[in-house]
């Protein structure tokens, strides 16, 4: 299994412009999630998803849409990047149920936005 | 609202010192998930134990340790004899059985571990 994958590793964009981080994992997960990483903040749930066709917002969704079309595949897209942005931007994924299963990460996305 | 805290920011140490982490969180639910992730220099994150709310025995892998207290709401994690693979910033995070797809993450302590 590759785990949780992310496209691309790192990435520069200007102000304004809009872009799509790719995330995918092959363990048939029904959750999938995305997080930014900032200096001192830890770690902020952005958009999840608890199973295709299915997401809902986390704590800093503003700037940020999601779909989940497949089970395998969430993409975050910037509709119009903003320095704001600037960021890494971690992709994860686990098992649902009545638990609390841990989460699986994927390597993780720089995103600088000049 | 459920919160996580680790107060420590960043601690130094030096080989083969003993080491704890704090955190300390909260929630109002009675069942709810405790978590320790690790994530070394090259920025993975690596998922290092889960603790439901109603097993409070210590739990001991080889030289890492937790410390769950529901009365001090506390779960803390000690690496004993620290070396300097350990060096990394370990992050606490909570999850509640109401709402089990949210991790809420601390603020991550760092962990410098000389030789």
């Known amino acids: 299994n590759a785990g949780v994958t992310q496209t691309p590793k790192f990435q520069v964009l200007k102000t304004g412009q809009s872009m799509t981080l790719q995330c995918a994992q092959d363990?048939?997960?029904?959750?999938m999630s995305w997080y930014r990483q900032d200096p001192g903040m830890g770690l902020r749930l952005i958009h999840y998803?608890?199973?295709?066709?299915?997401?809902d917002q986390g704590e800093v969704p503003n700037g940020y849409n999601v779909s989940r079309s497949t089970t395998e595949d969430f993409p975050l897209r910037l509709l119009s990047a903003a320095p704001s942005q600037t960021s890494v931007y971690f992709c994860?994924?686990?098992?649902?149920?009545?638990?609390?299963?841990?989460?699986?990460f994927g390597p993780g996305t720089r995103l600088t936005v000049t | 609202a459920q919160k996580v805290t680790q107060a420590q920011t960043e601690i130094s140490v030096v080989e083969k010192e003993d080491v704890t982490l704090d955190c300390v969180y909260e929630?109002?639910?009675?069942?709810?998930?405790l978590f320790w992730y690790k994530q070394p220099p090259s920025g993975e994150l690596v998922f290092l134990i889960r603790?439901?709310?109603?097993?409070?025995q210590n739990e001991i892998s080889g030289r890492y340790s937790w410390n769950f207290q529901k009365s001090t709401s506390s779960f803390n994690f000690t690496i004993t004899a620290s070396q300097v693979v350990d060096s990394a910033v370990y992050f606490c995070?909570?999850?509640?059985?109401?709402?089990?797809?949210?991790?809420?993450f601390g603020t991550g302590t760092r962990l410098q571990v000389f030789p």
């Open positions: 994860a994924s686990s098992y649902r149920g009545s638990l609390a299963y841990e989460q699986y």
């Open positions: 363990m048939n997960h029904e959750y």
């Open positions: 998803s608890v199973g295709a066709g299915i997401t």
């Open positions: 929630t109002r639910d009675t069942t709810y998930y």
């Open positions: 603790r439901n709310s109603f097993d409070e």
């Open positions: 995070a909570l999850s509640e059985a109401r709402n089990t797809d949210k991790l809420i």
